[in-house]
Every structure is written in structure tokens, then in C-alpha cells.
């Protein structure tokens, strides 16, 4: 070993390898033309803004992540992340009468204890997740057809229990969830890291989570080799379901209100981050830090536009146009690996 390999900092092969990815280039180059355009697009203000669009992007996109490495996909993640708090609300407004009060006041707000809707969203998210899972891994049905028809039912739901009608959140605890900030922080992009790092955590750094890979990379192979793949494409299934009730709860609480027909589309947005960031549609290839890359690349890129002034429907066709470019160079790069 050289004199100069010894004196070389051990983050060095990290940061090398860092900055030869072209994900990395394209956040800079964003950054970079975002502050010669506009005078706006490095302030504070914006930064803020653009790290809350981040938590709840990245939220859907990380548990997005998790189901393509199995192979299989989730369409059913932003209805889901709207109806885990609506469930939330409306089981909390039928308790109050219950227990001698009205939590559901006048204008369709909602002024009741806002931790246990909290609680219920979160497990809305895992039981609705763990269902499609349950119909993917058990009953056989393709995961498309499943989440197509969840995606669907769900937003029938959100119209059926709002009655049409948003409902207004009147809570300190969720204001602060959806306004606070931590360190100059916000809250929200707080949450999302803590998430991040915890799948992270789970999923490329333990075995269980490395059984993710195995199942999306040659799933039959990794149920010779004894891996119960059911078993854990159900949890992949229901760690999206969560992440979606998560994004659910801090993308509300910015509105301070739920209505049935918030975050369409969002779910081809979460399928176009994890691709960008490298995760194969076909399964076995991906990571959250990746999809982190991604949302940031992702969210950056819209806010420029925004901020440019081009119009919501040019930014969805972007977003398709990114969705068809990142699905294209992904089969390229996996034809590239596989020769």
C-alpha cells in the first residue's frame, strides 16, 4: 500500500464515489440554475418549503421503494395516505358523543384530541397496506390489478366518509406538526429523515431486510433458500402503508384540513423518485438513500418550474416525461449489468 493511500482520509472511495453520481450532478446543476434565474430560489423561505415538499414525496416514495424491491409495485399509496386520516377523523368524531362530547363543531371542524387520530392513521396505513399484501403474496392477484382496485376503492371511500366536504383540523399538536420547526428545521423533513434512517437501518443493514433484494432479485430462489417471501412481501406492503399514513398526517397538518381529492397523482410521483433514484421496476435493485437522492432531485426540479411560473398541467407533463426517461434508462442500465 502506497505512502498516499495511507494519508488518504477513509471517507475519501466515499466521496469519490458520491460525486461520480450523475444524481448528484443533476441536484447541483438544479441548485445551480435555480440561483442564477431567480433571486428567490436559495432563500430560506423557499429552502423550508422545498424540504416540506420533500418529506411528504419522499414518505410515499421510501415506501414505494420498499414493494419495487420485491418486485411488485403500490398504486394504491396516495389514496391511502388521504384516507388513513380521514379514517382517523371520522372514528374520533363518532367517539365524542360517546364520551359526552362534540369533536366535530361547527363548519366540519374537527377540535378534538388530535394524538388519537394520529394513532389511528398510523394503523389504518399498516392494516390497508397489509391487505394488499395479503392479496399479493396469498390470494395470487397481480400487484398492479390490486392496488388499481385499492386505489379505487379508496378514493370512493375518502368521498363516502367526507360526504364531499373537507374536514377542518383544529388541533396545537397538528399545526405545530405541520408549521414547526426544529433548529430552523421544519418538523416534517425532521420526520421524514427519521424514517429514512430507520429504513435504512432495517433494510441495508440487516439480514430481514436484505431478504427484500433476495425475493425482487430471483424469488424463487430465495424461497429455496427458505426465505417465507409471503411473509415479507406483506411487510413491504405494510411499511408502505405506513410511510403513506405518515405523509398523510404531516401533509395535512401543513393544510390543516383533509379533503377527498388531495395528493391525486402522487403515486405516479412516488414510482418516478424511486426510479430515479435507482430503483428497478423489475425488483432486487434499490436503496433509501437513493430514493432520497431522488426526492431531492425530483422536488427541487418542480420547484424551479413553479417558481419560473410554468403552469401545474406543464409540471405533470414533466413529471410523465421523467416517469417514461427514468423507467427507459433504468431497462438500459439493468440490460448493461446483466450482459
Known sequence: MSAL???????????????????????????????????????ALNIENLMRSIAVIGLLSLGMTVVLLTGRIDLSVAALMIFSVIVGVVVMAEIGPMLGSRWLVRGN?????????????????????ALNGIGVAYFKVASFIMTLVSLTALRGFNYVLTNGHPYYLKAPLYSWIGDGKIVGIPISFVVFVLVLLALMGFINGSMRGG??????????????????????????????????????????????????????????????????????????????????????????????????????WYQNLAIGVVLILSVGLSKMSRKKTQA
Open 5 to 43: 493511500e495511507l494519508s488518504a482520509p477513509r471517507g475519501a472511495p466515499f466521496l469519490q464515489g458520491l460525486l461520480r453520481d450523475p444524481i448528484i450532478w443533476l441536484i447541483l446543476l438544479i441548485f445551480a440554475v435555480g440561483a442564477l434565474t431567480s433571486e428567490y430560489y436559495l432563500t
Open 109 to 129: 371542524t374537527y377540535a378534538g384530541p388530535i394524538v388519537p387520530v394520529i394513532l389511528i392513521a398510523l394503523a389504518t396505513g399498516i392494516a390497508v397496506g
Open 211 to 312: 431478504r427484500f433484494y433476495a425475493i425482487g432479485g430471483n424469488e424463487k430462489a430465495a424461497l429455496y433458500a427458505g426465505i417465507k417471501t409471503q411473509r415479507y412481501v406483506v411487510l413491504a406492503y405494510a411499511i408502505s402503508g405506513l410511510c403513506a399514513a405518515v405523509a398523510g398526517i404531516i401533509f395535512t397538518a401543513r393544510l390543516k384540513s383533509v379533503d377527498a381529492p388531495l395528493a391525486a397523482g402522487y403515486e405516479l410521483t412516488a414510482i418516478a423518485i424511486a426510479v430515479i433514484g435507482g430503483t428497478a421496476l423489475a425488483g432486487g435493485v434499490g436503496s433509501p438513500w437513493r430514493t432520497l437522492m431522488g426526492s431531492i432531485a425530483f422536488a427541487a426540479g418542480l420547484n424551479l418550474l413553479a417558481i419560473w411560473g410554468v403552469g401545474t
